[in-house]
């Protein structure tokens, strides 16, 4: 969920990954996904606010966050929650790349890994 200093960085990861990403846009007030849908890939912002959202089990809803250009979210999928914990939905009109868990797994397995050629003797990195 946090924003990506080096989001550049991520813009060049999401164009070598070509097709094992989708991105689509998002009218405002559209649900992106809603709480307890399987938690199957993470989500960048390219353009457009987000907001996440949490209801608790009486029915009332919490705004958690607003979220922008280079902003991350539905990350949990990487720590292997298999339900969404929140609910996403575009405030404005947003385009969203979206990335599925097992390749986003199988790239930073392969990054940590394999040495990075840039800095010798030092220990693999993540791409993003």
């Not at 009218?27 to 949490?54: E, H």
């Not at 996403?88 to 199988?106: H, K, N």
Request: charged residues 25%; glycine residues 10%.
């Amino acid at each position: 969920m946090k924003r990506r200093s080096g989001a550049s960085s991520f813009q060049q990861f999401l164009e070598e990954i070509g097709p094992q990403k989708t991105i689509r846009e998002y009218q405002g007030r559209q649900t992106i996904y809603s709480q307890g849908d399987l938690a199957d890939a993470a989500f960048y912002i390219q353009g457009g606010n987000v907001k996440l959202t949490v209801t608790s089990q009486s029915g009332k809803k919490a705004v958690i966050a607003i979220l922008g250009r280079g902003d991350f979210f539905g990350t949990g999928c990487l720590a292997r929650r298999s339900l969404r914990m929140t609910g996403a939905a575009a405030l404005t009109r947003a385009l969203i790349s979206r990335v599925e868990r097992g390749v986003l797994v199988r790239i930073v397995l392969h990054d940590w890994r394999s040495p990075r050629s840039d800095t010798p003797g030092s220990a693999p990195d993540a791409r993003f």
